[in-house]
């Protein structure tokens, strides 16, 4: 049963930081006066894959008008804010909400919440370090607007993706992992295994294929074959062996 609620937090959750993700960009290119309508998102197929993992979903803000019309800095503004205000920012206000007492004392609204989390600050990792560097998506996209290089960009927007990293891992993590796991070693593995899961080989794989550029591609590779397992044996290592050692 754990496993199951589990996997139905983390999709549902998944498809809440998608969508954040997405109506960012167009409410931020609402707000500046490059879209009619504020949540004008393309919904992408009717299959079985996009209704659930919403691959196809894209935020349908068309930058070409923006950039020919001399407004790189709303283009940069507007592709950031997928990444930063709908997943980062998100990220944090969760976290807050997490720290009230009466959301800590009713385990499955923490448990909903903690893989919210999860989804926003890994799909921020998604995009920084593993498509950065590259020449399109919303890295890219911002770079251009603000007329510098990818490199250039990349240790600024690095530094928001590494605080993430810190700060789930060592804050997020710790504040959920017992409430949720309720004393029960099986859902510690479980819990520990689809978190390393989820934001290292789910989220870090993206650009595994190529079609980012050979640098996304190795990171990518970097993230779901290496970073993966170091963290669920860093995982497993910190909170399985307390467990057992207190037991």
Not at 78 to 97: E, T
Not at 220 to 241: K, N, Q
């Amino acid at each position: 049963m754990f496993a199951v609620v589990t996997m139905v937090f983390a999709i549902v959750a998944h498809a809440l930081a998608y969508l954040t993700h997405e109506y960012a960009h167009t409410l931020m290119a609402w707000s500046l006066g490059w879209m009619n309508k504020p949540f004008d998102v393309d919904y992408g197929s009717a299959s079985v894959s996009n209704v659930i993992f919403l691959g196809d979903v894209s935020d349908n803000v068309s930058y070409d008008p923006i950039f020919a019309s001399g407004h790189g800095a709303s283009a940069a503004a507007i592709a950031l804010a997928g990444p930063f205000l709908g997943n980062g920012l998100l990220y944090f206000f969760v976290y807050a909400v997490t720290r009230s007492a009466w959301v800590a004392s009713r385990r499955y609204l923490l448990m909903f919440l903690y893989w919210l989390s999860l989804m926003c600050a890994a799909n921020v990792w998604s995009y920084v370090p593993i498509r950065a560097l590259t020449s399109h998506a919303d890295i890219a996209l911002a770079a251009k607007g603000l007329g510098i290089s990818t490199w250039l960009l990349f240790p600024f927007v690095m530094a928001v993706s590494a605080i993430l990293v810190w700060h789930f891992f060592t804050r997020m993590v710790a504040k959920a992992i017992e409430p949720i796991t309720a004393g029960s070693l099986p859902n510690l593995i479980l819990f520990v295994t689809v978190t390393a899961f989820w934001y290292f080989s789910f989220f870090g794989g993206d650009g595994i294929d190529g079609s980012y550029g050979l640098i996304s591609q190795a990171l990518a590779i970097t993230s779901r074959y290496l970073l993966f397992p170091l963290c669920a044996a860093w995982l497993g290592g910190r909170y399985v062996g307390e467990f057992i050692s207190r037991r």
